[in-house]
């Protein structure tokens, strides 16, 4: 009996200095609020081609349906595969919700465009 105690008491021991060494390093780090914007950094944002031009001037279909004028970088986006038109998105939640009905969003998208920009001048 003697033996068993002595055994659980040093693995409870161990496992303390275990816990108390990684507490101690995880202090090293530092705050989330030190830390550089989200979007300013990631690997999420260093495989977005510069420069992707879509149909709507890069505005969110989904936030163009609903009134919105969400400007995007296609870091999100989805290609007609009928007349090869490039969409872009704001988010993959968005993307998600245009697949379901794309042609449909798509003729709402340039209705609502329409409606939302006002015209050029000498257009």
Known sequence: MRIVLSTFIAAAILNLSALVGAVSANAAEPSMRAKPDANS??????????????????????????????????????????????????????????EAWPKTYIRRAHNALDRLVAPKPGS
């Open 41 to 98: 950094i990631g690997i999420w944002k260093a495989v977005v081609p510069n420069g992707m031009k879509g149909e709507l001037d890069n505005y969110d279909p989904i936030g163009l349906v609903a009134g919105a004028l969400i400007k995007t970088d296609c870091d999100y986006n989805w290609r007609d595969p009928d007349d090869g038109k490039l969409y872009c998105f704001a988010s993959p939640t968005s993307l998600v919700y245009f």
